[in-house]
C-alpha cells in the first residue's frame, strides 16, 4: 500500500518509475547484475556508441575549456568600502612606524620622532573612526600598542625623557597591552639617566616581578642594572649582591669587573682574588681554537664571525689588564708583590697577552717608584718574547733611557725598536728626539714626518715637530704642525701657547695677543700668561689692560717680579706713591740683597711728605751699603730739606764722585768707555722672552754731567723724576 499522507492533494497510489540505469546493461535493455529485477520492464538505450569515441580531437587537459570566457560575470570588489579604508591607513601608520625607526637608527632622531608622531596622530584618529561608525571591537590592539611604544623611544632618544614616561605609563597601565609591564625596564633607564636611582631601582625591581624565570638572559641583564644604580648610590654591598647573583648565573666580564670595582670600594682583599680567578675563567668563544693566521689571513680578513670574535676578545683582555691594574695595590702590602700575584694567577690560565701586558706594568710601577734599573731589566726580558712585544718593550726601554738623560742608549734601543718594526710612531718620535739633543735638527724633523705619515694623528710627532721648526725659525711650518694639531687636541694649553709664542717670535703683537687670551681662558689662573697679556698691551700703549693683567698676575703669585716693578712704577708714574711703597717693599722682601727696591721706597716715603720714615730708611742703606751714591746724594738732599747736618754724607759723596770721574777719565785716556753702553744695549734689545726678568742696577750707572762745587738744591738727582723707560725696570 502506497504512502499518502493525510491532507495531501496528490495521489501517489498508481505511480510506477523504472529502476535508474545501471554502469551494465545487456544489449536487450534488460538490467543484468545482482541487483537486477526479473519482472521490471526494459529501459530504452540513449545511445549505440562506445564511450569516449568521438569524431572531435582529444583535448585531455582540458585546454579550450578554459581559454573559453566564463558565462558569469565575478562580483566587483567595494574598494570604498569602510574595511578597505581601514586597512589602508592601517598599512600607512605601520610605514610610518617603519619610516621612523630607519631614521632613528642613522642617527636622524628628530626626523624619527616626527615621523613617531604622525603616527600616533593617524592611529588616534583611525581609533575614533572606527568607535564612531561602531567598529570599536576591531580597533587593533598591537597597532596601538606598537605606535604609543615607538612614540616613547623617540621621545627618549631626543632626550624628552618626561614625555617618553608618559607615553610608556600609558602602555603600562592598560591591562590590554601583552607584556606592558616589561616596560618598566625602559623607565628604569630614564630615571637613571636622570639620576633618580631609588626610583629607578624600584621600577628594575617591578619589571623583574613580572618577568618569567625562564627568561633568564632578560632577567640578569635587568640584575646588572640594578647592581649599576647601587653602585650609583654608593651602597657597595647591595651592588655586589646583585652582580655575584649574575656571575652565578650567566657570568660575562664587565660583570666581573664592576664586581671587583665594588669590592676594591670595600677593601676586601680576598674577595677580589677570588673575583680576578673567576673572571679568568670566564671562557672567550674562539679564543681557544687554533687558527693559522699567516696562513689564513685574507680569508679571515673577510670573515665576519672572526672579526666579531677578536673583538670580544681585545675587550675582555682590556677588562682583564683594567681589573689588574686596579687591584694590584691593593691585594697586597706592595704594588709589585700585587703584580707577581696575577702573573702567577694568568700563568695558570690561558692568556699569554695578558701575561706580557701585566709584565709591562709590572715595569712601569718600579718606574713610578723611581727604580728605572729595575722597570729596564723586567722590559729587556722581552726579547725573547714575542716580536712585537719586543718592540713595544725597546720603544719603552728607550724613553726610561731618554729620561734619564742617557740619548746614547736611547737612540739605540728606539733603533732595536724599529728594527722590529720600522712603522712603529712612537720609536720614530724616540729617535727624533735623541736627534733633537744632539742639535741635529733636520734629521729630528725627518723623524718626526715620518713617524707622522705612519700615524697621522701621533700627537708627540706633530708637537715635536712643530717644536723643531720653531727652532729651525721655520713658523709658518711650525704653525701649520700646530693647527693640525689643534684639531686633534682642541683646546690644548700646551698647542695655544706655542701658536701664542710662535706668533710672538713674528712680531704678529696682535695675533699673540688673541692667542693668549685664548689661553687665559682655559687656563685663567696662570700668573705667566697674565704676564706675557700685560707686557704686550703695554708694548701696544693700552695701559688700562697692561694694569689688569699685571694686578691678575700679582693676585695669582704675589711674588711675581715683573708684575710688581710694573706695577709700582705704573703708580709712581700715576703719583699714587703709597701703593707705590706697597708693591715696592714687597720686591724688599722678596730681594732683600737689592739695594735698589728700598731707595725706591724711601723715595716714595719722601714724596709723601714721611721724611722721618724717609731718613731712617736711607741710613739704614747707607749702613749696609757705604759705597751707594745714590743712597748718599739722597741723604744729603734729605738733610738739607730737614734742616739736619749733613757734612760726613757730604764728604763721602764728594769722595765717591771723584773715584767715578778718575775711572771716567782712565776709560777716555784708552779710548775704552763704550763697553758698557754695549752691554746695556744688547741689554735692553734682549727679547722679553729671553729675560724676562731684567733688572736695573744703580750703582753702575756712572753720573753723566761733572760735579759742581755747590750742591744742587733740586731734586734732579730724584729717580722718581727721570723718565721711566725701560732702561730702568722691565715693562
Known amino acids: 500500500m502506497a504512502f499518502n499522507p493525510a491532507g495531501s492533494q496528490y495521489d501517489f497510489n498508481n505511480v510506477r518509475q523504472p529502476a535508474p540505469p545501471t554502469a551494465m546493461q545487456s544489449r536487450s535493455g534488460r538490467p543484468v547484475g545482482t541487483a537486477a529485477r526479473q519482472n521490471a520492464e526494459a529501459r530504452p538505450l540513449t545511445s549505440n556508441r562506445a564511450a569516449k569515441f568521438s569524431s572531435k580531437p582529444v583535448d585531455p587537459m582540458n585546454q579550450t575549456a578554459s581559454m573559453k570566457a566564463p558565462t558569469f560575470e565575478l562580483q566587483k570588489k567595494v574598494e570604498n568600502g569602510p574595511d578597505e579604508i581601514y586597512k589602508k591607513t592601517e598599512r600607512e601608520i605601520n610605514n610610518l612606524i617603519e619610516e621612523s625607526t630607519f631614521a632613528a637608527a642613522r642617527g636622524a632622531t628628530q626626523e624619527a620622532l616626527e615621523k613617531a608622531k604622525d603616527a600616533a596622530t593617524k592611529e588616534k584618529g583611525l581609533r575614533k573612526q572606527k568607535e564612531t561608525a561602531g567598529f570599536a571591537d576591531s580597533i587593533n590592539l598591537d597597532l596601538t600598542q606598537c605606535v604609543t611604544f615607538n612614540l616613547g623611544v623617540q621621545y627618549q632618544n631626543c632626550g624628552l625623557y618626561t614625555d617618553a614616561l608618559n607615553q610608556y605609563t600609558a602602555i603600562v597601565k592598560n591591562k590590554a597591552f601583552q607584556n606592558a609591564s616589561r616596560l618598566r625596564v625602559n623607565m628604569g633607564n630614564i630615571y637613571f639617566l636622570q639620576k633618580n636611582y631609588s626610583v629607578a631601582i624600584k621600577m628594575y625591581r617591578m619589571a623583574l616581578d613580572t618577568i618569567p624565570k625562564t627568561f633568564k638572559d632578560m632577567r640578569f641583564r635587568i640584575l646588572k642594572n640594578i647592581g649599576n644604580a647601587f653602585v650609583k648610590l654608593g651602597q657597595f654591598q647591595d651592588a655586589i649582591t646583585s652582580f655575584e647573583s649574575v656571575m652565578e648565573g650567566s657570568p660575562d666580564f664587565q660583570t666581573a669587573f664592576n664586581l671587583l670595582v665594588c669590592l676594591y670600594a670595600l677593601g676586601d682583599r680576598e674577595r677580589m682574588k677570588k673575583c680576578f680567578a673567576a673572571m679568568l675563567a670566564i671562557e672567550i668563544p674562539g679564543f681557544t681554537e687554533d687558527v693559522d693566521v699567516k696562513g689564513t689571513e685574507a680569508v679571515l680578513r673577510s670573515d665576519t664571525l672572526q672579526e666579531e670574535m677578536k673583538d670580544r676578545q681585545r675587550e675582555a683582555f682590556k677588562y682583564i689588564v683594567d681589573a689588574a691594574k686596579l687591584i694590584a695595590p691593593a691585594i697586597e702590602s706592595d704594588i709589585i708583590t700585587g703584580y707577581e700575584w696575577l702573573l702567577a694567577t694568568i700563568k695558570a690560565s690561558n692568556y699569554p697577552a ?37 718592540a713595544r718593550a ?40 735623541c736627534l ?12 718626526y714626518l715620518e713617524a707622522i705619515g705612519v700615524e697621522a694623528d ?72 697674565c704676564t706675557r697679556l700685560g707686557f704686550w698691551s703695554s708694548r701696544e700703549d693700552d695701559e688700562t689692560q697692561a694694569l689688569h693683567y699685571y694686578s691678575e698676575a700679582y693676585r695669582f703669585l704675589p711674588s711675581n717680579m715683573e708684575a710688581i716693578s710694573w706695577l709700582g712704577i705704573y703708580y709712581v708714574k700715576a703719583e699714587l706713591y703709597e701703593k707705590a711703597a706697597h708693591f715696592f717693599e714687597r720686591a724688599a722682601q722678596i730681594q732683600p740683597k737689592e739695594i735698589k727696591w728700598r731707595l725706591m721706597v724711601a723715595s716714595c716715603y719722601r714724596r709723601m711728605g714721611a721724611f722721618q720714615k724717609s731718613l731712617k730708611l736711607y741710613e739704614e742703606i747707607y749702613q749696609e751699603a ?44 784708552y779710548g775704552g768707555g763704550n763697553e758698557f753702553d754695549e752691554q746695556q744695549q744688547q741689554d735692553d734689545q734682549q727679547s722679553p722672552e729671553e729675560s724676562p726678568n731684567v733688572q736695573f742696577d744703580i750703582q753702575r750707572k756712572p753720573p753723566q754731567k761733572k760735579i759742581a762745587s755747590k750742591p744742587k738744591q733740586q731734586d734732579d738727582d730724584e729717580w722718581a723724576n727721570q723718565d721711566l723707560g725701560d732702561d730702568l725696570l722691565p715693562m
Open 626 to 669: 757705604p759705597e751707594n751714591i745714590e743712597c748718599l746724594r739722597f741723604l744729603v738732599q734729605l738733610c738739607k730739606e730737614m734742616g739736619l747736618k749733613y757734612d760726613h754724607y757730604s764728604a763721602q759723596l764728594r769722595k765717591l764722585e771723584r773715584a767715578i770721574e778718575a775711572e771716567q777719565a782712565r776709560f777716555a785716556e
Open 436 to 447: 733633537y739633543m744632539k742639535n741635529e735638527f733636520l734629521r729630528a724633523k725627518e723623524q
Open 354 to 390: 695578558v701575561e706580557s701586558e701585566i709584565e709591562i706594568c709590572k715595569a712601569m710601577s718600579y718606574l713610578a717608584k723611581r727604580d728605572v734599573e729595575r722597570a729596564i731589566e723586567t722590559l729587556k726580558s722581552f726579547e725573547q718574547k714575542d716580536k712585537q712585544l719586543m
Open 458 to 529: 701621533c700627537v708627540e710627532a706633530l708637537y715635536n715637530l712643530a717644536f723643531v721648526n720653531k727652532k729651525i725659525n721655520a713658523f709658518i711650518e711650525a704653525l701649520q704642525a700646530l693647527e693640525k694639531l689643534q684639531t686633534i687636541v682642541p683646546g690644548s694649553p700646551e698647542v695655544i701657547y706655542q701658536i701664542a709664542s710662535i706668533h710672538e717670535m713674528m712680531s704678529n703683537t696682535k695675533q699673540a695677543i688673541k692667542w693668549y687670551q685664548i689661553l687665559l681662558s682655559k687656563v685663567p689662573s696662570d700668573p705667566t700668561i
Open 394 to 433: 725597546a720603544t719603552n726601554i728607550s724613553s726610561l733611557y731618554f729620561l734619564e738623560n742617557d740619548f746614547k742608549n736611547a737612540e739605540k734601543y728606539a733603533e732595536v725598536a724599529l728594527a722590529y718594526d720600522r712603522y712603529n710612531a712612537k720609536a720614530l718620535v724616540n729617535k727624533g728626539n
